[in-house]
């Protein structure tokens, strides 16, 4: 796979009226086996308050193409944002002579079956747009959490950020395809940092901008929002005097919002088949998970329930088709603990000849797309939150992720949280402050031993997903119950 990237050119370059199925009917590349063009147009608007003080109000816009075609068996790609008819077929050559050059040191010979003809559309779930809120009054209301978290004089930082994206896409293709995709997606992240002497803590809203959705302006709800701050501000606080995690080997207990980062490291990355097959090993690493494993290794408990799942509504990586126009549809990757399917688009899937997903993602118009995580849940399980502390003669429960470090291969990891509550005798009795826990990825998923039920269940994500060369950033959402691991060793920062 040969990639051809040009530079962004100035804003001005782009014809507002430029129309995809008009430019791939005058391409004229008559030995291309297929040709497709995938059009992104990106608005994002950045709104940061530190300390009541405004910080940034940035607005960036992004429109351009990317044409792929498909020679002699290989793929080849070319971008441009210069939307004129005459660079589309500029752009196209570029494309073709990728290809074949390609095609002299190819691994696999693919075919027009990697990218069959689909027409359809999908529009993010919302009930305000944009426009429903002002910039002065999204600004006001920043100002108003940052003042709202401020809840002691020993609060020393307060923030309130929110990213606001709309992408418009479309791709057509030469047999047929035609599909047009709508998102509008909101990302914030409000946080306090606490000080007293040397002790200093910080507290977010689920992590660092974890929360986010495709959803619209009704996400701002003034009320809700406030009463969350004030929670955070005074849980910041409530860490200066908090005790140290100990260190020891217990249950272990965590929220969805760590769990986030849980699936997203030991399940999501280690299932990439571009990555099991070594195309990542140079930048972003391998997986410990083999070809051979899928549909034989017993990834974890038989609680283990994990699906790949771009339907769910309002969830922050949902689509209807990926980026080479292949319907979006739920898949289980493990069930009952058994690991069955792979994290591969449509060419890692002829390559490995192991089940995939439609998972194949651009971050933008001058990216090819690769092998992506979107929506990696873990299904809901039969136990309430009540039952599964009660439960518990020893243990610590931890929220929201701090740090994270894990090998190349996705296997041996160690992660820290925000905030820890201990367990005894069923009950919470104190707050932990430093909680870390390390594990190993099958050891750690075979210790599943309680699954909590829907009402449990919450989603979250991150805009901040990093692989291929060129780097692609990509958002992925992740949704899980509480989770009860056994005989996990935990550990305090002191």
């Keep these: 796979m040969t990639i051809a990237l040009e530079r962004s050119a100035p804003e001005t370059q782009t014809n507002h009226k430029f129309d995809p199925k008009t430019a791939l009917e005058q391409i004229n590349l008559p030995l291309a086996t297929w040709i497709g063009l995938r059009e992104v147009k990106e608005t994002n608007i950045t709104r940061y308050v530190r300390d009541r003080i405004p910080q940034s109000n940035g607005r960036s816009r992004s429109h351009g193409v990317m044409i792929e075609v498909l020679v002699d068996g290989q793929f080849g790609y070319a971008s441009t944002n210069r939307l004129d008819l005459a660079n589309m077929q500029r752009t196209a050559d570029r494309a073709y ?34 426009e429903a809120i002002a910039p002065k009054d999204l600004n006001d209301l920043l100002i108003e959490i940052c003042q709202t978290l401020k809840v002691s004089d020993r609060i020393v930082k307060t923030s309130a950020y929110a990213v606001i994206t709309e992408i418009e896409t479309r791709f057509v293709s030469t047999n047929g395809s035609d599909i047009y995709q709508k998102f509008l997606m909101i990302a914030t992240d409000y946080a306090a940092t606490a000080q007293d002497g040397a002790i200093i803590q910080r507290r977010g809203d689920n992590g660092q901008l974890a929360r986010c959705n495709q959803i619209g302006m009704e996400v701002f709800a003034r009320d809700v929002i406030l009463e969350r701050a004030k929670v955070i501000g005074e ?153 599964i502390i009660g439960n518990i003669e020893h243990g610590v429960y931890m929220e929201s992720n701090r740090s994270w470090s894990i090998d190349d291969y996705r296997n041996k990891f160690q992660f820290g949280c925000e905030y820890a509550k201990l367990i005894e005798n069923g009950k919470f009795t104190k707050t932990l402050r430093n909680p870390n826990y390390r594990g190993i990825t099958n050891q750690f998923w075979s210790s599943l031993t309680k699954v909590g039920d829907r009402p449990t269940v919450e989603a979250y994500g991150s805009p901040f997903c990093g692989k291929g060369e060129p780097n692609q950033v990509i958002r992925v959402g992740h949704a899980s119950p509480v989770c009860l691991f056994s005989n996990i060793e935990v550990f305090g920062g002191a």
């Excluded at 002299?104 to 993010?124: L, M």
């Excluded at 051979?292 to 290794?297: E, I, Q, R, V, Y």
């Excluded at 329930?305 to 126009?325: K, Q, R, W």
């Design 97 to 130: 002579a990728q290809a074949k050059a390609a095609a002299q040191w190819s691994v696999h010979h693919f075919t027009i079956a990697q990218r069959p003809k689909a027409i359809g559309q999908y529009i993010s779930p919302l009930i305000k747009p944009i």
């Design 235 to 387: 849980q910041a606080v409530e860490l200066l005097t908090a005790a140290e995690c100990p260190t020891t080997t217990t249950d272990l207990v965590l929220a969805p919002d760590q769990m986030l980062l849980q699936i997203h490291e030991s399940i999501g990355h280690p299932l990439e088949i571009d990555r099991i097959l070594g195309d990542e090993r140079n930048y972003a690493g391998g997986s410990f998970v083999k070809l051979a494993d899928f549909g034989t290794m017993q990834y974890g408990s038989p609680l283990m329930n994990v699906t790949f799942d771009p339907t769910v509504a309002g969830e922050f990586a949902s689509y209807g088709f990926d980026d080479v126009g292949i319907p979006a549809t739920k898949e289980y990757l493990i069930k009952e603990g058994k690991l069955l399917r792979g994290l591969g688009s449509v060419e890692s899937q002829a390559r490995s000849q192991i089940a995939g997903v439609a998972n194949a993602r651009a971050t933008s118009w001058n990216r090819p797309a690769i092998d992506r995580m979107a929506n990696i849940n873990l299904e809901a399980g039969e136990h309430s939150f009540d039952e």
